[in-house]
Antibody
Framework: QVQLQESGPGLVKPSGTLSLTCAVSGGSISSSNWWSWVRQPPGKGLEWIGEIYHSGSTNYNPSLKSRVTISVDKSKNQFSLKLSSVTAADTAVYYC??????????????WGQGTMVTVSS | QSVLTQPPSVSGAPGQRVTISCTGSSSNIGAGYDVHWYQQLPGTAPKLLIYGNSNRPSGVPDRFSGSKSGTSASLAITGLQAEDEADYYCQSYDSSLVFGGGTKLTVL
């Protein structure tokens, strides 16, 4: 059973870079799946950040594209998120998730437990 | 402001049937893109509830059903139970993956 676990600093200073890693266990990151980051500000809804395939191909949310970098490390079976120039608006629970084929749109079938990141000085 | 519009809240008494709508447009649902639904219990990660408009993953009770028509989709929950109290999100595609704003279901 594939499991995902997010890790990284829980506090980031304004204008800094948020860095998180998602470790994949129970399966290979080189499977035929895309891997995503999704965030949820306190009391608000879900926002897709971006995705990566094991080949290194990426797609990003247009609203965040200029600040987001997602990378994959196949040797460690993990993928990572970097979000630059953060502000208080980036304070959120960050989830990593696996996407699976589900018709014409990929669905998120496995989620990590989420990690809270606060942007504050 | 999401391109997929959901009602902020719905409610129902135990045993009743409730529906949650997800209204899109010709650039997303109306363009033929499928809709998925997620259930998020308080303090937990979202869980895939319905995929491909109307399919249930293994383990999801048949009290949950989904449908899609035109530029909208709906999630129906029958035989409402207290444990169904949660936030529900629709998800589709509109130049990128998108979620609806979410609907809070209250079981009265």
């Amino acid at each position: 059973q594939v499991q995902l676990q997010e890790s990284g600093p829980g506090l980031v200073k304004p204008s800094g870079t948020l860095s998180l890693t998602c470790a994949v266990s129970g399966g290979s990151i080189s499977s035929s799946n895309w891997w995503s980051w999704v965030r949820q500000p306190p009391g608000k809804g879900l926002e897709w950040i971006g995705e990566i395939y094991h080949s290194g191909s990426t797609n990003y949310n247009p609203s965040l594209k200029s600040r987001v970098t997602i990378s994959v490390d196949k040797s460690k079976n993990q993928f990572s998120l970097k979000l630059s120039s953060v502000t208080a608006a980036d304070t959120a629970v960050y989830y990593c998730a696996r996407e699976t084929a589900a018709g014409t749109v990929l669905a998120f079938d496995i989620w990590g437990q989420g990690t809270m990141v606060t942007v504050s000085s | 402001q999401s391109v997929l519009t959901q009602p902020p809240s719905v409610s129902g008494a135990p045993g009743q049937r409730v529906t949650i709508s997800c209204t899109g447009s010709s650039s997303n649902i109306g363009a033929g893109y499928d809709v998925h639904w997620y259930q998020q219990l308080p303090g937990t990660a979202p869980k895939l509830l319905i995929y491909g408009n109307s399919n249930r993953p293994s383990g999801v009770p048949d009290r949950f059903s989904g449908s899609k028509s035109g530029t909208s989709a709906s999630l129906a929950i029958t035989g409402l139970q207290a444990e169904d109290e949660a936030d529900y999100y629709c998800q589709s595609y509109d130049s990128s993956l998108v979620f609806g704003g979410g609907t809070k279901l209250t079981v009265l």
